[in-house]
């Protein structure tokens, strides 16, 4: 069945490092692949795509990366601030489906 | 927020007795949907409208229904909440691009079976 794996585990870090989160999928064959930022009691918020044909993307201190052999996004946040403190969600989409799936989400803690 | 408005906010209801959600969105996007966020699971599909009573099942729509009688209004309906329908409840619509989705999220309905 299809899966989509985010670190279940806080990431915990220093304010002003660079903060790397991951989401690794399995049996899915993803056209687009979405990041997403949700804080405590509100909805999610779309935060960057990338399609499968791209390798990176940015914007402002934020990068995703996109491997279609290893199965897996990378999703930067750099010159972290405390601010930045919340649950990031990745999503997949096939082409066409116009139907997002989501992971599970990561914390990201950032300490000042 | 995409002009997406869902109602009640929190709601506390009695197992086996019925449960309708409101999602209302202003901007008149074609696709909408309802998903639910438990802790461990993350956001699971319930059901999505891709139009006026066009209606489909997600990944865990058993014990729900959907109707769609307007463009602006998806109604999610518990027939007969159990305790397993404790959950937060999120409304979204999408905004397709070039066969890609940009989904925006409603503030949510934190429902409580009792």
């Known amino acids: 069945s299809q899966k989509i794996e985010q670190n279940s585990e806080a990431l915990n870090i220093q304010e002003g490092k660079t903060a790397t989160l991951t989401c690794n999928y399995t049996n899915y064959s993803p056209a687009y692949l979405q990041w997403y930022r949700q804080d405590p009691g509100r909805g999610p918020v779309f935060l960057l795509l990338?399609?499968?044909?791209?390798k990176e993307k940015r914007k402002e201190r934020l990068k995703v990366t996109f491997d279609t052999t290893l199965k897996q996004s990378l999703f930067h946040i750099t010159a972290s601030q405390p601010a930045d403190s919340a649950t990031y969600l990745c999503a997949l989409e096939s082409g066409g489906s116009y139907i997002p799936t989501f992971g599970r989400g990561t914390s990201l803690i950032v300490h000042p | 927020d995409a002009g997406i408005t869902q109602s009640p906010r929190h709601k506390v209801t009695e197992t086996g007795t019925p449960v309708t959600l409101r999602c209302h969105q202003t901007?008149?996007?074609?696709?909408m949907y309802w998903y639910r966020q438990d802790p461990g699971h993350g956001l699971r599909l319930i059901h999505y409208s891709y139009g006026v009573k066009d209606t489909d099942k997600g990944e865990v729509s058993d014990g729900y229904s959907v109707s769609r009688s307007k463009t602006e209004d998806f109604l999610l309906t518990l027939e007969s909440a159990t305790s397993s329908q404790t959950s937060v409840y999120f409304c979204?619509?999408?905004?397709?691009?070039?066969?890609?989705?940009?989904?925006?999220f409603g503030q949510g309905t934190r429902l409580t079976v009792v």
């Open positions: 979204a619509i999408s905004i397709p691009g070039q066969m890609n989705t940009e989904a925006f």
């Open positions: 990338i399609r499968e044909n791209e």
């Open positions: 901007e008149n996007h074609r696709y």
